[in-house]
T-cell receptor
Framework: DVKVTQSSRYLVKRTGEKVFLECVQD?????MFWYRQDPGLGLRLIYF???????EKGDIPEGYSVSREKKERFSLILESASTNQTSMYLC????????????FGQGTRLTVV | GENVEQHPSTLSVQEGDSAVIKCTYS??????FPWYKQELGKRPQLIID?????GEKKDQRIAVTLNKTAKHFSLHITETQPEDSAVYFC????????????FGTGTKLQVIP
């Protein structure tokens, strides 16, 4: 059974802080993704990674960076948190291939005050 | 890039009735169309998917249809039950491109007992 675990369920940070969101998967998946979920906007891709140390920008990468030093771990970094980054953040992983299921983590509700 | 539009944003049906959610996509190269269900407070999970070489796929009370010419696809749920209440996301993935998936904005389905 695939398990994708995000380090925090709820997080409150101050404007200007550097924020790290961590995601770990235990199924040896090559692909990992970070999405943010906002009401009425669905799931929007921030960054994804298809291999260790590899990353690709998604649709809304501004204000974010990522790190993937190990295959099982994918970190999302908010360099200087702002109130418009208050959101639900979802990590996902999948095997490579054209038709593979994405397995999601439980989400991190980040509030920037 | 790919753009996925999803309608309606909210849908209420009586228990036992059918529900239909429709999505359109912009990139004619997209060839994989998954649907995810997100129950309140839980992670999105894949419920059904369809490839571009297939017109329809069924799994018990759930079916998905694809019209490649018109670039739209739909989710059909028959004999709805209260446990079908959730947010449903359609998605589209272009051929190649490291399996990047673009999601629709979601449909909140409420099944009234």
């Amino acid at each position: 059974d695939v398990k994708v675990t995000q380090s925090s369920r709820y997080l409150v940070k101050r404007t200007g802080e550097k924020v790290f969101l961590e995601c770990v998967q235990d199924m040896d998946h090559e692909n990992m993704f970070w999405y943010r979920q906002d009401p009425g906007l669905g799931l929007r891709l921030i960054y994804f990674s298809y291999d260790v140390k590899m990353k690709e920008k998604g649709d809304i990468p501004e204000g974010y960076s990522v790190s993937r030093e190990k295959k099982e771990r994918f970190s999302l970094i908010l360099e200087s948190a702002s109130t418009n980054q208050t959101s639900m953040y979802l990590c996902a992983s999948s095997l490579p291939g054209t038709n593979t299921e994405a397995f999601f983590g439980q989400g991190t509700r980040l509030t920037v005050v | 890039g790919e753009n996925v539009e999803q309608h309606p944003s909210t849908l209420s049906v009586q228990e036992g009735d059918s529900a239909v959610i429709k999505c359109t996509y912009s990139d004619s190269a997209s060839n994989y169309f998954p649907w995810y269900k997100q129950e309140l407070g839980k992670r999105p999970q894949l419920i059904i998917d369809i490839r571009s070489n297939v017109g329809e796929k069924k799994d018990q009370r759930i079916a998905v249809t694809l019209n490649k010419t018109a670039k739209h696809f739909s989710l059909h749920i028959t004999e709805t039950q209260p446990e079908d209440s959730a947010v449903y996301f359609c998605a589209a993935r272009p051929k190649g491109g490291y399996q990047k998936v673009t999601f629709g904005t979601g449909t909140k389905l409420q099944v009234i007992p």
